[in-house]
């Protein structure tokens, strides 16, 4: 199969920490990149060394933080000495994060991490390619790469970034001038074992009238020392250092006592201050050094870059999907240049105070660092600029805010229904304001108490929103923040994971919310929130809030959100909705109009004309396709292919239809007729409408850049129990075995109720014959002494079932039935099944039981004995007094999963021997039960799907019926299969007058869109 050529998302340009986050990043979201550097290998040098605790926040919403822990060294503190006396001692201790330290780790181990990470997302980094140019176009780039035999290619992109560090071709090729200077001074740095009496977990610094040295402790026992040079020193542009130069530095400075075991590194560099006027040209992005070079002093270098990668690369995913405007990527410079200019700033001055030279400057300096650092809060200040964590948006366009300002709050003006009073308004201006840094803070799931930590929420890369309830909260302003959190699903479904936060002593035994409620025990959340009273946080997947408001509203949230960024998905998928439903009832209607009918031999030709047309779909859209013979009817394979790495869906449907011989027909059954949404015709809903549906939602998946393969599983055998699908499934070239299966063959409960079923019960139909003359004999001559069949096959079912209750009396017919847990119990009953409605809608005028848990266990979960017929003796009308020579019970058992159908025939046959040794059992049809998923990510992906198509969420049922394909999926390829049914009962599946409808085909494609994409997101290849 040839693949489908796509668009490269993203072309990164260096191999460094800025650029493995952003390749890390940009896969998290699900695009496509590649990344290429020049140098054939990682550079193995330690160079920076500081992680700071935003960055390890960082790496914990990207899943990374434990490796990174694991592999560093906390570093609690600072302290500068002189003249023997400590000036000044910085404790990271207290910060309000988890990572109340500086991690050190030698930056090859950074690299080595990312690189890991990027490769298990299925990205490796391309090496001995030297970015050469590159032309800009409206709608992507073309940039020149250099291979390392001289060759050049050229690759097509959607988006460019420079992370290609100081000397940034990408910077050079887009005429972006690099202001700034380079410094007098330059760097010492040597990655050193020394003697240590015991080991110092500060870092330490050193100011000597010579200069001062930086002592920063490693892993593994080893140090990082930075000696800056002074200009007399620095002269040349020599990198080189030997040990004794080193040492020679160290005795200049008074510093001989430290001695150094064994020395990994050594190096000297200039150092600059530099910085572009812009971080953005077109589609070219410029990150980490290739944008802004600093002093070291500080240790900011990577961990800025690192965080300007974690800035923009969600919003390159937002808006190279469609569902953000273009002008969210504007914000990337707004929000990012002013921290990097300020930070060339602060280490400017940090680089001219550590290496003032006149001995009263450096005594005033000595004095005014121990004054200063002995007040608290200058040294808080100082740890938290060390840390990264204040680092904010604040002042930028793109974030918004509200709530009553102080005389608003004062005069009751603006005034909600119930304000929030005086001090919950304070604590809420107190809390963290839109642009900033989101806080962390543990949370459990209500009801099950697991853990859950706000980074952890924004692992998935969406938008979180928090609606806080606030203590005290009323029923009323639950169903407010109830409203808000449905409003958000229905438009923002997939990129807005709404979450419902209460303290402790909220009542919300009466709510309805069934999206996620966070618990939060010991208001931890609350409090940093500033969540006294009802209010609502969004954050954005990189963990700064983008909006809050006090009180919580809707309409303010959805300006904000329409105005800024985000179009929603909606509209994209929408348009392309109503753009393709011409061609989705055109295509109904022609294959509608094939009566493919598998049960009679006669319409042989239409189902050979319903496989060709359907190939001819296929192919239409751009797909590949090919009818595989069987010894039956044939099946249809096709689909796209996108990539080798990516996840493969196989979407199983069937094309062939029940007979139409009902007399209730309106209309001919195979004239496809179409009335106000609604389309009649045999097979619109069982299952040409859904197949189609599927196929026009994996060409929008495909289209639109969603990095999964999709297959087209059409089967024409499906209505006669599915008897040569295992033969083809055994080509595997044409019908190859995908990551998984989505099956859309099964109907809702009711309307408005979506269902997904993860059980079907599986099938055994068997006839018991029974021969005991060789012709029927008049009864008044032979009666008495003739036996009668047809009362013998009547003993032997009281034998088999116990015809009141159902209850199947063949010995080990239960053995394996698992019966169905109350939580699977419980979901059925959400599925918004009636008794009463089931009674009307089969004309049942009683039951076995109308406990509505009773009757679904028996219809969706238990095994089954029933008897279809009896045939032998007179059917005509009135009575004719004879003895019949035979009969023939037609019987039928439902088995649930883990039944065999094989085991329970021999249990059947042993049974009727012992009961009646001259009964002949003959099987007829037999099918495999089947069991699904219903927890897991596929189960959470085709949850979000439907309630993505539908607005409501599904309730996971079984049903009683039999798919064979499905069971026959299962045994072949072993991977997770899905049920995702569009049909509902009024659709009339196998019944006259049955119909598809335009709302269960559009909330279908969406689904479907939306199911396709979850899934790249989980990869696999
Ligand atoms: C000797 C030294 C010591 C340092 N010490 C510290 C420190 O103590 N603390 C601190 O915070 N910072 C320090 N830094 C700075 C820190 O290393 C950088 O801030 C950090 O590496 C920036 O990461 P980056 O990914 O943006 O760029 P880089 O790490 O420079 O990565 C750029 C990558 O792009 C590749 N590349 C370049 N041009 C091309 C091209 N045309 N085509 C393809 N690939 C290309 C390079 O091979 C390289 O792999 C030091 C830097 C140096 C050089």
Redesign the pocket.
């Known amino acids: 199969m040839k693949p489908m050529s796509r668009p490269l998302d993203v072309l990164v340009?260096?191999?460094?920490?800025?650029?493995?986050t952003m390749a890390c990043e940009l896969r998290r979201y699900g695009l496509s990149c590649r990344i290429?550097?020049?140098?054939d290998a990682p550079?193995g040098?330690p160079?920076?060394?500081?992680v700071q605790p935003r960055t390890l926040e960082v790496f914990d919403i990207m899943g990374l933080d434990e490796e990174f822990v694991a592999n560093g060294r906390q570093v609690q503190g600072f302290n500068v000495y002189a003249g023997g006396q400590r000036l000044v001692h910085l404790t990271m201790d207290g910060m309000p994060t988890r990572y109340s330290y500086m991690l050190t780790l030698p930056?090859s181990e950074t690299e080595r991490l990312l690189t890991k990470r990027l490769s298990d997302l299925g990205v490796e980094v391309e090496r001995s390619?030297?970015?050469?140019n590159v032309a800009q176009q409206e709608d992507g780039i073309t940039a020149t790469l250099r291979h390392a035999n001289a060759t050049t290619d050229t690759v097509q992109a959607r988006w460019l970034i420079g992370?290609?560090?100081?000397?940034?071709?990408?910077r050079k090729a887009v005429g972006l001038p690099f202001e700034g200077t380079r410094y007098e001074e330059s760097?010492l740095?040597a990655y050193v074992r020394i003697e240590e009496r015991a080991p110092v977990d500060e870092a330490r610094a050193f100011f000597t009238p010579d200069g001062p040295v930086g002592l920063l402790p490693l892993p593994l026992g080893r140090h990082?020392l930075?000696i800056p040079l002074l200009k007399e020193t620095a002269e040349t542009d020599r990198t080189t250092v030997s040990l004794d130069e080193l040492k020679t530095f160290l005795a200049q400075r008074g510093m001989a006592s430290l001695r150094i075991l064994e020395a990994f590194w050594i190096?000297k560099?200039r150092i600059h201050r530099r910085i572009v006027p812009s971080l953005r040209v077109g589609r070219v992005f410029l990150?980490?050094?290739?944008a802004h070079?600093h002093s070291?002093a500080g240790?900011?270098?990577?961990?800025?870059?690192i965080q300007d990668a974690f800035n923009l690369a969600w919003k390159l995913a937002l808006v190279t999907s469609g569902v953000a405007k273009p002008r969210l990527l504007d914000s990337y410079h707004a929000e990012r240049h002013p921290i990097a200019s300020e930070t060339l700033i602060g280490t400017d001055l940090a680089t001219r105070v550590i290496t003032l030279r006149s001995p009263l400057a450096q005594a005033v300096r000595n004095q005014v660092a121990m004054f200063m650092s002995s007040l608290d809060v200058v040294q808080h200040r100082l740890a938290q600029a060390l840390s990264g964590l204040v680092r904010n948006y604040r002042k930028t366009p793109m974030v918004g805010e509200y709530h009553r300002g102080f005389l608003g709050v004062v005069t009751g003006v603006h005034a909600t229904a119930e304000p929030p009073g005086f001090s919950e308004w304070r604590k809420f201006v107190a809390a963290p304001a839109a642009g900033d840094r989101a806080p962390d803070g543990k949370l459990s799931v209500r009801g099950t108490g697991v853990p859950v930590r706000l980074f952890e929420l924004l692992r998935p890369g969406r938008h979180v929103l928090l609606l806080f309830a606030g203590r005290g909260t009323t029923p009323a302003r639950y169903r407010k923040l109830e409203e808000i959190e449905q409003g958000v699903r229905a438009r923002y479904r997939d990129l807005i994971a709404v979450h419902l936060v209460v303290p402790q002593a909220a009542p919300t035994a009466a709510l309805r919310w069934d999206g996620s409620r966070l618990l939060d025990a010991e208001g931890e959340l609350h409090r940093q929130y500033g969540a006294g009273s009802e209010c609502l946080y969004l954050i954005r997947p990189d963990g700064y809030v983008g909006y809050r408001s006090q009180p919580a509203d809707a309409g303010r949230l959805s300006a904000y959100l329409e105005g800024e960024n985000m179009k929603g998905h909606d509209k994209r998928l929408d348009s392309y909705i109503q753009q393709v439903r011409p061609r989705f009832e055109r295509m109904l209607a022609e294959m509608v109009e094939q009566p493919s009918i598998s049960m009679d031999p006669t319409h042989a030709p239409d189902i050979r004309r319903a496989a060709l047309l359907a190939v001819q779909f296929l192919k239409d859209l751009g797909a590949e396709a090919r009818i595989v013979e069987t010894g039956g009817y044939p099946v249809v394979s096709g689909g796209w292919t996108t990539g080798a790495k990516h996840p493969t869906v196989t979407v199983y449907n069937h094309l062939d239809v029940q007979p139409a011989q009902e007399p209730e027909w309106r209309q001919p059954p195979f004239a496809f007729r179409k009335r106000k949404g609604v389309y009649y015709g045999r097979g619109a809903t069982d299952d040409k409408g859904p197949a189609l549906t599927a196929l026009l939602a994996g060409r929008y998946a495909v289209e639109h850049g969603v990095p999964i393969n999709v297959r087209f599983l059409w089967e024409l055998e499906e209505e006669i129990g599915s008897p040569h699908f295992a033969e083809a499934l055994r080509h595997k070239d044409a019908i190859p075995r995908p990551d998984s299966v989505v099956v859309s063959d099964t109907i809702w409960i009711a309307k408005g109720r979506p269902a997904v079923p993860y059980g079907l019960r599986g099938l055994l139909g068997a006839r018991l014959l029974l021969r005991t003359g060789a012709s029927d004999a008049h009864s008044g001559l032979t009666g008495g002494a003739a036996r009668n069949p047809l009362a013998e096959l009547c003993a032997l079912v009281y034998a088999c079932v116990d015809a009141r209750t159902g209850r199947v009396k063949i010995p080990g017919f239960y053995d394996d039935v698992v019966p169905p847990t109350q939580a699977e119990i419980k979901s059925f009953l959400a599925s918004g099944f009636q008794v009463n409605r089931f009674m009307r809608a089969y004309g049942f005028r009683t039951l076995r039981t109308t406990n509505p848990a009773d009757v679904l266990r028996r219809i969706w979960a238990s095994p089954t004995f029933e008897v279809h017929g009896l045939v032998g003796g007179y059917q005509g009308p009135g009575v004719k007094t004879a003895v019949p020579g035979h009969g023939e019970l037609k019987i039928s058992m439902r088995l649930v999963p883990n039944q065999r159908p094989e085991k329970i025939f021999a249990s059947l046959r042993r049974f009727v021997a012992r009961q009646n040794p001259n009964v002949t059992v003959e099987r007829e049809g037999m099918l495999q039960p089947f069991r699904g998923v219903f927890k897991g990510p596929y189960a959470d992906a085709i949850r979000d799907a439907v309630r993505a198509g539908f607005g409501k969420e599904p309730a996971f049922i079984r049903e009683g019926g039999s798919i064979g394909a499905v069971a026959t999926m299962q045994r072949a390829w072993r991977v997770p299969i899905l049920l995702l049914g569009l049909s509902l009962p009024e659709h009339g599946y196998h019944a006259p007058n049955e119909y598809f409808d335009w709302g269960q085909a559009s909330g279908g494609m969406k689904a479907f869109a939306h199911y396709f994409a979850e899934l790249a997101k989980m990869g696999g290849g």
């Open positions: 340009v260096g191999a460094g920490p800025t650029g493995l290429v550097d020049q140098a550079s040098i160079k920076a060394v500081a930056q390619v030297q970015f050469a992370c290609d560090g100081a000397h940034s071709a990408v760097f740095l990082y930075i190096t560099f990150c980490g050094d290739a070079i070291p240790g900011q270098g990577m961990n800025l870059g």
